[in-house]
């Protein structure tokens, strides 16, 4: 049995272990943890670029890897706790924005100024107990190679948006978004597709979104 499943397996040893690794009521690892363990544990890609001033929230459990030339700008957060956060090359996380995992994003996608994006919901089926004392419901977020996503746009657990997406400044993602396409609103919605035939971006009609 792996050391890992050892501690996951005996609730003692895992709660001394989340001791010394996470504050109490304070979910974010000791420094300790930042100097001396996430450098080894994590990967960073040649010419990857971290802000000082942003908060870089992960955790050993969880992979948090960051491909070459890939920028987190000024006061992003960056959360692994509840799953995998994986940057692709050439990725940019806009100022201010947060990415909570599970979240991949692919080679040449990015965030505009304070955008959300999770891969997780509390929650909340047990209604005699707060939220966050529920477990979480783990769902991954991924934003393929190439999309980019407007400021201040959310993007909810669960979502995939497809390759060479734009998403519209100040949209909420609720669904799935096809590869080529424009999004925009709450919940976003697709008006333009690209062609391949003609080189063109097309607007949809309604009975295009109904095969989406």
Same mark, same amino acid.
């Given at each position: ?19 010394? #690794? ?19 544990? %994590? ?5 990857? +670029? ?9 955790? $050993?459990?969880?992979?948090? =890897?960051?491909?070459? +030339? ?10 692994? &706790? @509840? ?12 100022? &201010?924005?947060?990415?909570?995992? $599970? ?10 100024? %304070? ?6 919901? *509390?929650?909340? =089926?047990? @209604? ?11 769902? $991954? ?6 999309? *980019? ?5 959310? #993007? ?9 997406? !734009? #998403? ?13 396409? #424009?999004?925009?609103?709450? $919940?976003?919605?697709?008006?333009? !597709?690209?062609? %391949? +035939? ?15």
């Amino acid at each position: 049995m792996k050391l890992k499943d050892k501690i996951k397996s005996n609730p003692k040893l895992k709660q001394l272990v989340l001791r010394a #690794i996470v504050p109490k009521r304070n979910p974010k690892p000791r420094l300790w943890v930042k100097w001396f363990l996430n450098p080894f544990k %994590h990967k960073k890609g040649k010419g990857a +670029l971290i802000r000082r001033n942003s908060r870089i929230d992960v955790f $050993p459990w969880n992979r948090f =890897e960051i491909g070459s +030339l890939t920028t987190i700008e000024s006061f992003c957060t960056i959360a692994n &706790g @509840a799953g995998d956060v994986i940057l692709g090359n050439n990725v940019r996380v806009g100022i &201010g924005s947060v990415v909570i995992g $599970p979240v991949v994003m692919g080679n040449g996608s990015g965030l505009g100024q %304070h955008v959300f994006v999770s891969g997780f919901n *509390h929650g909340y =089926e047990d @209604a005699s107990q707060n939220s966050s004392q529920q477990a979480l419901v783990i769902r $991954p977020t991924v934003i393929e190679e190439d999309a *980019h996503i407007g400021a201040n746009s959310v #993007i909810l657990a669960g979502v995939t948006i497809g390759k060479r997406c !734009q #998403i519209g400044a100040g949209s909420v993602v609720t669904k799935d978004i096809p590869p080529y396409s #424009i999004a925009v609103g709450n $919940p976003a919605k697709v008006i333009k !597709q690209f062609n %391949h +035939l003609t080189g063109t971006w097309d607007k949809v009609t309604k009975k295009d979104l109904s095969l989406i």
